[in-house]
């Protein structure tokens, strides 16, 4: 049974405590373009497409491009129930205050820590990739040979900083860089359209007989992973203009984008192999299929330069992911679930920078433990921490839909919603949701190559960590009653 959250009066966020310190974040400071920008970087679009859609095509066949068409609508089913629910949401707590006033505090609170939990094994197992492309990337193009620690802990630095500096030198930042990997996708596939691929352009991914097959579950898994981010619109309320219009069209905006990039460009890569080679082009080398491709149909430099732009689509994505956490950070400190130090935020750049320190510092330490035990960057540092996240944010998004349910059963829409939004595309997006997760934790050794012990161990990491924010609540219920009541109920436009 859930416990319907009916705060007498919004809360307020803390007060300046100190010269160093302001209550909140700044006002105004995003347009629609930088949030999309922020939410898609998260994603990485270039990595995901040169690193893990060779992957879905070696396990699903051509009929790969579909997977990724298949998953934006389910997100967009997922998006249409979540923006509905966000003019009644004003917290920049996203996941967590969404699941909080749906399906009760403790569950909210469960989902909170998970939040945290997933959104820092995302931005620290990205760490790996980013130093293992970024020393291989030097080594080959400038002869610079230093191990990837070195880098990792570089763009550890590089990160802090962009985030301590205001949210409009990271959003101007995020833009160049997405802009960036955009393009030079763009251009290898109007290279393939323009010579007719190699054996001429043919629409057969998205024939019947490739897509309905039993061998799909495995990109669909890869293809959900490749969207992750796409829900952080929500976090970046009390920053955006016009709030209730700019973050449910940013969501829109931004699964849209995805949904339609990821098919267009899978595609062309079938298309730059053809339907009858693709699959042993991805068998032979999925590390490089994307850069044989681009070689063949544009140029070595352009080669040269993709791997130049995966670093730095890497350093995009781990920037998006820790502005995310800090935000988070910042949303449970207004309401005392973690100390109010960490919700401090600086006069002069309007960042949460306490939390972006403590971030920061917890990145750098797990990269500096993961390179005195010699582990792999790639195969063991970003895919073993970084699948707790992966899992940890398909089951907040399948709560979230859940929630979204719960709350308009309880609350008469005012906002002229329809019955569609608030109850039908949000139930079946949990329903589905709930089986791609499923799918996800069963074929998790296409994302780990790990035993099924360390398979097994990674997915259990989020009930555990869920239970503890449950767990949580119940004490703080009675040791501390009024933080309690006042979860998920802080008004950031109060």
């Known amino acids: 049974m859930t416990e319907p959250l009916v705060p007498t009066a919004p809360q307020q966020p803390p007060q300046a405590t100190g010269p160093d310190a302001s209550p909140q974040l700044r006002r105004g400071a995003l347009g629609l373009t930088d949030i999309v920008f922020f939410v898609v970087a998260a994603a990485a679009p270039l990595t995901v497409m040169a690193g893990i859609a060779p992957l879905a095509i070696l396990f699903g066949g051509i009929g790969a491009p579909a997977a990724y068409l298949a998953v934006g609508v389910l997100l967009c089913l997922f998006a249409a129930g979540f923006t509905a629910m966000t003019p009644y949401i004003r917290n920049a707590g996203a996941f967590y205050s969404y699941i909080a006033r749906g399906l009760g505090r403790p569950a909210g609170l469960g989902a909170a820590l998970l939040a945290v939990f997933s959104y820092n094994a995302l931005q620290i197992g990205t760490f790996g990739a980013f130093g293992f492309f970024a020393a291989g990337t030097a080594n080959d193009l400038l002869g610079i040979d230093l191990p990837w620690p070195v880098y990792a802990l570089a763009g550890v630095a590089v990160v802090w900083f962009l985030g301590f500096r205001s949210i409009h030198l990271g959003a101007k930042v995020l833009a160049a860089l997405l802009i960036a990997e955009t393009a030079i996708l763009v251009l290898l596939a109007g290279a393939v359209l323009v010579q007719g691929g190699a054996s001429g352009l043919s629409p057969d991914s998205f024939a019947p007989s490739h897509v309905f097959t039993s061998q799909m579950s495995a990109p669909l898994g890869l293809a959900v992973a490749a969207f992750i981010g796409f829900e952080a619109t929500a976090i970046y309320r009390e920053e955006a203009r016009d709030p209730d219009r700019t973050v449910p069209r940013a969501t829109y905006l931004a699964v849209g984008f995805l949904g339609l990039f990821y098919t267009f460009v899978v595609w062309i890569i079938v298309q730059a192999f053809g339907d ?141 919603e329809s019955r569609l939004r608030t109850l039908v595309a949000p139930a079946v997006a949990g329903l589905l949701l709930t089986v791609t997760t499923g799918l996800v934790c069963t074929r998790l050794d296409l994302f780990t190559a790990a035993s099924p012990a360390v398979n097994w161990t990674l997915v259990a990491l989020t009930p555990a960590v869920f239970l503890a924010g449950v767990v949580l609540a119940a004490r703080m219920r009675r040791t501390r009653p009024d933080v309690y009541a006042g979860l998920a109920t802080t008004d950031v436009e109060v």
């Open 276 to 416: 009858d080679q693709a699959v042993g082009a991805a068998a032979r080398n999925p590390a490089e299929m994307f850069f044989t491709a681009m070689t063949r149909y544009v140029g070595g430099w352009a080669t040269d330069l993709q791997r130049v732009l995966i670093v730095t689509s890497l350093l995009a994505s781990l920037l998006a992911f820790h502005n995310a956490i800090t935000r988070y950070v910042y949303a449970l400190s207004t309401e005392r679930t973690l100390p109010a130090v960490l919700g401090r935020v600086h006069p002069r750049h309007g960042s949460p920078w306490i939390a972006g320190i403590a971030q920061s510092l917890l990145a750098a330490a797990v990269v500096t433990v993961f390179a005195a035990i010699g582990a792999d960057p790639y195969n063991q540092f970003l895919l073993w921490v970084n699948t707790p996240g992966v899992v940890g944010i398909l089951a907040l998004e399948t709560l979230a839909a859940f929630a979204v349910v719960a709350f308009f059963r309880r609350t008469p829409a005012t906002n002229g």
